[in-house]
C-alpha cells in the first residue's frame, strides 16, 4: 500500500493560465474523491468517481473546472482560465467501496498560488 | 439535510493532560461518523470510525471516541495530550443513504509544553 499520491505538491501560476494537477490513488481502491481545502476550513466537496464514471459534482465545481478518470485509475483534475479565488489546497482521497462505504484515504494535497 | 458541527474552532491543553474536541452531526438515520487529524501541509489521516458496531470507537495514538445517538455528539478524547498530537482535527459523517462525506470546520488542537 504506497497510499494516495498527488503530483504537483505545489503550483504557482499566474491568473488566466490553465493547471492540472494529478492524483494516483491506492490501486485497490474504485472510488476517487476531489476536495478544495481554503485555510482554516475543512475540505470541501467537490467531485467523484467510482472506476471511471464521475457519479457526481458539487455546485462548487463551476464549467472552468473538469476532471477525469480515464482508465479508472489515476485522475485528473483541470482548471482553465484560473482566478484569485482558485488559491487553495486540492485534495485527493480514496476508497473501496462494496455496497457499503469505507474511509477515505487522503494524499497530502496539491496547494495551488494563483498571482 | 446533513450537517456536522465541531463546537471548538481551537483547543489548548498542557502536554500530559486530557483532551476533549467536541463534535455534533445532524443526519437522517444512522450515519458513519469519522474522525481525521491533519498535519501542516499534509493530508488527512484517519484517526477512527464509527459504523454502527460498540458505540465506544478506539483509533489510533490513544484516541477514542463515543457515539451517542440520543445527543448526535461524536465526541474525539484522549486521557493525556502529546507534543506530537499538535493539529488540526476533523469530524466527517457519512448519511446512510449517501456517498458523500460531509466535514467540519475543524478544530486546531494546541499541546502547551
Known amino acids: 500500500d504506497t497510499g494516495v499520491s498527488q503530483n504537483p505538491r505545489h503550483k504557482i501560476t499566474k491568473r488566466g493560465q490553465n493547471v492540472t494537477f494529478r492524483c494516483d490513488p491506492i490501486s485497490e481502491h474504485n472510488r476517487l474523491y476531489w476536495y478544495r481545502q481554503t485555510l482554516g476550513q475543512g475540505p470541501e466537496f467537490l467531485t467523484y468517481f467510482q472506476n471511471e464514471a464521475q457519479l457526481e459534482k458539487s455546485r462548487l465545481l463551476s464549467d472552468r473546472f473538469s476532471a477525469e478518470r480515464p482508465k479508472g485509475s489515476f485522475s485528473t483534475l483541470e482548471i482553465q482560465r484560473t482566478e484569485q479565488g482558485d488559491s487553495a489546497m486540492y485534495l485527493c482521497?480514496?476508497?473501496?467501496?462494496?455496497?457499503?462505504?469505507?474511509?477515505?484515504?487522503f494524499g497530502d494535497g496539491t496547494r495551488l498560488s494563483i498571482l | 439535510a446533513q450537517s456536522v458541527t465541531q463546537l471548538d474552532s481551537h483547543v489548548s491543553v498542557s502536554e500530559g493532560t486530557p483532551v476533549l474536541l467536541r463534535c455534533n452531526y445532524s443526519s437522517s438515520y444512522s450515519p458513519s461518523l469519522f474522525w481525521y487529524v491533519q498535519h501542516p501541509n499534509k493530508g488527512l489521516q484517519l484517526l477512527l470510525k464509527y459504523t454502527s458496531a460498540a458505540t465506544l470507537v478506539k483509533g489510533i495514538n490513544g484516541f477514542e471516541a463515543e457515539f451517542k445517538k440520543s445527543e448526535t455528539s461524536f465526541h474525539l478524547t484522549k486521557p493525556s495530550a502529546h507534543m506530537s498530537d499538535a493539529a488540526e482535527y476533523f469530524c466527517v459523517v457519512l448519511p446512510w443513504t449517501g456517498n458523500q462525506f460531509y466535514f467540519g470546520t475543524g478544530t486546531s488542537l494546541t499541546v502547551i509544553p
Open positions: 482521497a480514496s476508497s473501496l467501496w462494496e455496497g457499503s462505504n469505507q474511509p477515505q484515504h
